[in-house]
């Protein structure tokens, strides 16, 4: 457990909470990637140097810079300006499974240190940033360390993004739970409808509004191929 360790990696200050934002999922293809560009393209608008940072990824594509996640070149369209490859996103993977088996395979320990250091780096020129998470909150990184312990050393606000599907309450409020026992600020979550046919959508959705504990920042309607740009959540 993560209040067991004792060589957790220094927490860093974040300032304010439009200084940065966690996006995190109640599990993975839930839309975080949308709901991050989304965040970051409400940045932009209000005059704000915003960029995005994805630290681990699994699954690459082709692109000009060589080969990329698909979510990392997301999030940089979506930002002020295309940050290095290398800080946006240190640990990439080519096979789209969970990021510790993909590490294991590859050789290589995921580490949160390095990320914290390509997190510095990028907020000293930003004003705003915005970090997606991988998997759901609890995804493994190491054989010691979760996103969650990622997120608990950013210190970000936390944004969680609910997939409106069958199983939603108990997937969001145990993630709920699970940011509240890292001492994390759940700032605020989108409902993002994943599955258009889900019975009773209003009544799940009020549900989770009666639970959550936190603001509702936005309901994203069912639009595969949508531009993030065209989704406009509130600001925690």
């Known amino acids: 457990m993560s209040g067991m360790k004792t060589d957790a990696p220094t927490r ?4 304010g909470v439009l200084r940065g934002l966690f996006v995190a999922g109640t599990d993975t293809g839930v839309g975080k990637t949308l709901a991050a560009c ?3 393209h409400q940045l932009r608008r209000l005059g704000l140097r915003s960029v995005g940072m994805k630290p681990v990824a699994a699954g690459v594509q082709d692109s ?28 990439c993977f080519e096979p789209p499974i969970a ?28 004003d705003a940033i915005v970090v997606e998470g991988v998997g759901g ?20 606000p936390v944004v969680l993004v609910v997939g409106m599907r069958l199983g939603c309450l108990n ?11 890292r001492s994390l600020r759940l700032a605020g979550w989108i409902a993002n409808t994943i599955d258009p046919r889900m019975m009773r959508f209003e009544q799940n959705l009020q549900a989770l509004r009666e639970r959550m504990g936190a603001p509702l920042l936005g309901v994203f309607a069912h639009r595969p191929g949508a531009e993030a740009a065209s989704f406009e959540p509130d600001l925690p």
């Open 38 to 40: 989304a965040l970051l």
């Open 99 to 126: 990021p510790h088996l993909a590490a294991r395979e590859a050789g290589v320990r995921i580490d949160i240190e390095p990320i914290l250091g390509a997190f510095r780096a990028l907020r000293a020129q930003a």
């Open 171 to 181: 997937h969001a409020l145990l993630s709920r739970q699970a940011i509240a026992s």
């Open 12 to 15: 860093v200050d974040p300032g």
């Open 64 to 91: 000009p810079d060589g080969p990329a996640n698909g979510d990392v070149l997301d999030l940089r369209r979506a930002s002020s300006w295309p940050a290095p490859l290398r800080a946006v996103n240190p640990y």
């Open 137 to 156: 909150f609890l995804v493994p990184l190491n054989e010691r360390e979760d996103a969650g312990d990622l997120a608990a050393a950013l210190g970000l």
